[in-house]
């Protein structure tokens, strides 16, 4: 008979889960599935009785008792009178047999495939902003397009996901939807979201993605070819310039000023121009809507598609904001872009574009291709968090919140770094600042993280990787308030080693 497994193992299997937020007993049950589908736990030999391992693993009995009975239901064990609980030797029938040397096979010299040779392109080369993984151990993390766990509604979204999974609703979502979308979902953006936003459509003009990069890479992949002549914001959304990049030769950057968007006589040779005129990405500058309007009438006579990002345009700081392109668009040339998870969570990924019904159809068929359709069942609790007003209720807050720690930043800035210059900011959860001529951002970007603090450089928002070294972005909506001042006297630190003699 195999010998049983001493105490030390589990002990250390166990250690492998304390920091994953599970109860004690989800913590035992994930170490025994883990225990047995890494075969650890020979099928022979008899799990610890549920007193020893109580007294093993330093939790009470109960705790035990239920996790060995959960796993006896769900398959992963067997009880056995008198002899105690085993693993079922059924739960690891079907597996292919692990090769007894437990080693890969051997490459022959020169047989390794080339796969270079064989990319269309490498994503790997695009210069595309990065964050560091572990952000969250930073106290003083100014990352835009993260979140503050603290206002994340951990009541109101359980209680949506919990009423999803009900019996009826798992009827609904648990379906393969293929073309389709959740109705409920559609239903709330149309009358909900959009009406907020002065943006009219029918169900069939709208159409869910797995967020605006998803939206982007769609519309990339329907209309734009080698020699389509795209007009992108400079500086401007790394992302899109990268996504159409992949399709097209010919990317045009184009200027802007302090009312976005310049109207100049480069964009009459443009088939599509992407914009992000609410708060333009990074200097967060809000299109004039004297400028919305010529641009739209410019659209017209030179016969190009406006594709907006209104990535951000409901947390607005003074007032109501300007209407979006889309809702002063006559002639139907403006694709739509907006999110819900970047006011929610990012991590929920979920946006959606609103077109003529001709374009949306077809959008369809291209998101059928590539991942049939976003997740059902998130779609489903989404459209349950907007119909009981949780929505709302969250925006409020996020917006009184964003509000207070963007009036906290730019006092702090002027308190400790008078000598940078900023956008003035208006809503939104970012600041665009530039500083002296003489900083080089990359390096501060290095000196700030080594004090704790994680700024993005701007220099990836621009075209030409040589410009400008000055300029960097700061986002507040992943730092609690009480944390800014202190974070930014922190950065001037930083920036005050480089000042020249």
Known sequence: MTKPRSHAMWILLFQRWEATGLSLQGQIRQMLVSAVLDSQVP????????????????????????????????????????KGFFVNPNILQGRVATPPSQQMPEVTPGSQTQWRSRFRYLPSGQRNIGKRADWQSYPYPFLYGQFDANLFPVAEWRECCLRTLGS????????????????????QIRTRLLPRRGVWAADDEIIITVGAQHALYMLSDLLIGQDTLIGIEDPGYPDARNIFSTRSNRILSLPIDEEGLMITPALGGCEYVYTTPSHQCPTTV???????EVLLEQAERSDFILIEDDYESQTSFHGEPLPPLKSIDRSGRVIYIG???????????????????????????????????????????????????????????????????????????????????????????????????????????????????????????????GKPRNCFRLGYS??????????????SVAMHNQRPA
């Open 339 to 465: 999110s819900l998870s970047k006011t929610m969570a990012p991590g929920m990924r979920l946006g959606f574009v609103v077109a003529q019904r001709e374009l949306i159809h077809e959008l369809r068929m291209v998101r059928r291709l590539n991942i049939r359709h976003p997740n059902a069942f998130v779609q489903r609790a989404f459209a349950l968090f907007l119909s009981l007003g949780y929505y709302d209720s969250l925006l409020r807050r996020l917006t009184t919140a964003s509000h207070q720690r963007a009036n906290t930043l730019l006092a702090a800035l002027e308190t400790h770094m008078p000598e940078v210059r900023y956008v003035p900011i208006s809503g939104g959860s970012s600041c665009w600042v530039e500083g002296p001529a003489w900083l080089d951002v990359t390096r501060l970007t290095e000196d700030a993280a080594a004090l704790g603090v994680l700024i993005e450089p701007g220099a990836i928002f621009f075209r030409d990787p």
């Open 478 to 491: 992943s730092i609690d308030a009480t944390r800014i001042e202190e974070g930014i006297r922190l950065l």
């Open 286 to 292: 809000t299109m004039s809507m004297a400028r919305r």
């Open 168 to 187: 009826m609703e798992v009827r609904e979502w648990a379906q393969d939807m293929i073309l389709r979308d959740d109705e409920s979902l559609l239903q």
């Open 43 to 82: 099928v022979d030999v008899p799990l610890p009785s549920c007193r020893d391992m109580a007294s093993i693993l330093r939790v009470s009995r109960n705790t035990v008792v239920s996790a060995y009975q959960h796993l006896v239901d769900t398959g992963y064990l067997i009880s056995r009178e008198r």
